[in-house]
Structures are given as C-alpha cells and as structure tokens.
C-alpha cells in the first residue's frame, strides 16, 4: 500500500465518520462498534 492510497483511504473513513454523526448523530459508529466488539469476542473464542 503507497502512502497515497493510505491517505486516501483514511480521508474516506474520516469522512464516513463525519458524515455519520452530522446526518445520524453516531447511530451506525454505535451499531458498528458493537457488533465489532461481538465479532471480537467470537474470534476470541477460536483461539
């Protein structure tokens, strides 16, 4: 991955990020992280 492509990828997740919260106040960071941290949690499990 060049730097470029890892600037670009991180601007569009920043921008997803900002999007999220002045359209839905947060509401999908919340149901993602919850679900991330399950997905966590189960991977665990198979160690």
């Given at each position: 991955?060049?730097?470029?492509?890892?600037?670009?990828?991180?601007?569009?997740?920043?921008g997803?990020?900002?999007?999220?919260?002045?359209?839905?106040?947060?509401?999908?960071?919340?149901?993602?992280?919850?679900?991330?941290?399950?997905?966590?949690?189960?991977?665990?499990?198979?160690?």
């Amino acid at each position: 991955m060049t730097n470029t492509l890892a600037i670009v990828l991180g601007l569009a997740i920043l921008g997803a990020i900002v999007g999220d919260v002045t359209l839905w106040d947060g509401q999908h960071l919340t149901f993602l992280g919850r679900k991330g941290l399950d997905l966590l949690e189960w991977m665990a499990f198979w160690r």
